[in-house]
């Protein structure tokens, strides 16, 4: 079985705060990839960033940055100085390798409130 | 470039009435096609995913079915409507197995 858990179910902060979304997963397999979606209000996911479990080089780009810790099974997601636009529902997602064609499994999300 | 398209938007249909909700995308070959559908609470579950035309698997049980009768068009049915049905459905696209999933604008269904 696999699992996504976001345990933040709603985080707010004040804008140009640095702002970490965790994100912790469950899986059997050695293969595996995970990614993070943004969903802003208008309701369309957006692709933010896929890794796949052989890589736990953490990675930065522009003022977003993820730590991949296997050790921990965690795939964490930090905004550097916050901006309003980053208001939205953020979604942590995993795929299993040895499965056929399916699809992702997310977590509940995490619902981030940026503050003027 | 590629774009994907769902229609219609909104969506407000009476318990046991028909659905169809429409999927195509654009600008790719033989991609790989996914339906969600995301209820309140926020999370998003996988329904049916296809891998070429005609091949559907449904992950979970349910009075939706789906179709693919061209490459790059995923059609999402039912014949009654449930309460239960209501959400938000959101289609996608991949270009090969584990990629990350592109997905289109949504459907906000609301069955009454």
């Known amino acids: 079985a696999q699992k996504v858990t976001q345990a933040q179910t709603e985080i707010s902060v004040v804008e140009k705060e640095d702002v970490t979304l965790d994100c912790v997963y469950e899986t059997r397999d050695t293969t595996y990839y995970l990614f993070w979606y943004k969903q802003p209000p208008s309701g369309e996911l957006v692709f933010l960033i896929r890794?796949?479990?052989?890589?736990?080089q953490n990675e930065i780009s522009g003022r977003y940055s993820w730590n991949f810790q296997k050790s921990t099974s965690s795939f964490n997601f930090t905004i550097t100085a916050s901006q309003v636009v980053d208001s939205a529902v953020y979604f942590c997602?995993?795929?299993?390798?040895?499965?056929?064609?399916?699809?992702?499994?997310f977590g509940k999300g995490t619902h981030l409130i940026i503050q003027p | 470039s590629q774009t994907i398209h769902q229609w219609p938007a909104t969506l407000v249909q009476p318990v046991g009435s028909p659905l169809s909700l429409e999927c195509t995308v654009e600008?790719?070959?033989?991609?790989?096609l996914y339906w969600y559908r995301q209820a309140a609470g926020r999370g998003l579950q996988l329904l049916f995913y296809s891998v070429g035309i005609g091949q559907i698997s449904s992950e979970v049980p349910q009075n939706l079915s789906a179709s693919r009768p061209q490459d790059r068009q995923f059609i999402l049915s039912s014949k009654k409507l449930l309460l239960s049905d209501s959400g938000f459905y959101l289609c996608?696209?991949?270009?090969?197995?584990?990629?990350?999933?592109?997905f289109g604008p949504g459907t906000r269904l609301t069955v009454t």
């Open positions: 996608a696209w991949s270009v090969r197995v584990r990629d990350e999933q592109y």
């Open positions: 890794r796949n479990s052989f890589d736990e």
């Open positions: 997602a995993l795929s299993e390798a040895r499965r056929g064609a399916d699809g992702l499994t």
């Open positions: 600008g790719t070959s033989n991609p790989n």
